[in-house]
């Protein structure tokens, strides 16, 4: 059964989160029926898990907005660790967009509309513009499935930083290269040091 979240009276914010969870389980479930012929039917599994664990960060956030303890998000830097061993380290999903509709058919297609539906809700959608952390989770996994709800901005275009501007060496010449092989003897002639010719470049 497909629901469609047109209702515009506001929910509360752990209905939303439940409504995600329907969605997202659904999802899972679909994603058995996909073509195992597909390129990439493997990555069908991992997705599944990578979804639950977008479900189960966004439950953390409206728990911690429920209680009240949300703080501001903080600019944090990432140290390089060089000698950092992960146990399992996960699975690279592919970034090209709406691939995984692509590999599961049209069943994970009609459960993607139905979570585009959901997060154009404006209740969904002020929640989301509340806390930047929510739209940074969801985006990746919309993208994956080919939707852009308009409560999830884009990124901005990267601006690429301009490449220095190397000298240019001009080259020596083979002519060049043989004039500068006469030198003046003693009687101020000029004379050879290599064969009268040297080999091509």
């Keep these: 059964m497909i ?57 953390r956030l409206v728990a911690r907005h429920e209680a009240g303890t949300m703080v501001p998000p903080v600019k944090r830097v990432r140290a390089v660790r060089k000698d950092a061993v992960r146990d399992g380290a996960r699975v690279r999903l592919p970034m090209q967009r709406a691939w995984v509709v692509d590999a599961a058919g049209y069943r994970a297609a009609g459960v993607a509309g139905q979570l585009e539906n959901l997060l154009a809700r404006p209740d969904v959608a002020g929640i989301i513009a509340l806390y930047p952390q929510a739209a940074r989770m969801l985006r990746p996994l919309c993208h994956m499935l080919g939707i852009a709800p308009a409560s999830i901005p884009k990124l901005p275009k990267r601006v690429r930083r301009a490449r ?38």
Excluded: Q
């Design 3 to 59: 629901f469609m979240f047109a209702d515009p009276t506001p929910l509360p914010v752990v209905l939303i989160a439940s409504l995600l969870r329907d969605v997202i389980t659904r999802l899972r479930g679909v994603l058995g029926f996909g073509n195992p012929l597909h390129r990439r039917a493997a990555m069908l599994g991992p997705f599944a898990d990578y979804a639950w664990r977008v479900l189960r960060r966004f439950e």
């Design 164 to 201: 220095p501007v190397r000298e240019r060496v001009k080259r020596v010449t083979r002519k060049e290269r043989e004039a500068a092989l006469w030198y003046p003897n003693l009687e101020g002639r000029p004379m050879r040091l290599l064969p009268r010719r040297l080999p091509r470049d």
